[in-house]
Nanobody
Framework: QVQVEESGGGLAQTGGSLTLSCAPS????????VGWYRQGPGSQRELVAQ???????NYADSVKGRFTVSRDYAGTPVYLQMNRLKPEDTAVYFC?????????????WGQGTQVTVSS
């Protein structure tokens, strides 16, 4: 069984930094893309940043210039470095990994990690 393991998160002050990490565990498969999403109180889940196997990266406008998504040479873990945090960044952050292994497609979600930014 393949799962997504997330780590990081926690409490930070406005202007501070946090780093999230995401990696699959279990059977190996080809990763196509890894995305970080977040869901704040009363809000829908939104894409924060995504990196593809080809190295393409995109960010939500709200985090451009403050957040950086990166990965190890092997492809995972994938990191989300969050700098200059704002109270509106407070949310549960989820990692999504999409990939395949032969005829099997994967679209996996982590359990979510809480990020709280105090003003």
């Amino acid at each position: 069984q393949v799962q997504v393991e997330e780590s990081g998160g926690g409490l930070a002050q406005t202007g501070g930094s946090l780093t999230l990490s995401c990696a699959p565990s279990g059977s190996a498969f080809r990763i196509v893309a890894v995305g970080w999403y977040r869901q704040g109180p009363g809000s829908q889940r939104e894409l924060v940043a995504q990196i593809t196997s080809g190295g393409s990266i995109n960010y939500a406008d709200s985090v451009k210039g403050r957040f950086t998504v990166s990965r190890d040479y092997a492809g995972t873990p994938v990191y989300l470095q969050m700098n200059r945090l704002k109270p509106e960044d407070t949310a549960v952050y989820f990692c999504n990994i999409r990939g395949d292994s032969g005829t099997i497609s994967y679209d996996l979600w982590g359990q979510g990690t809480q990020v709280t930014v105090s003003s």
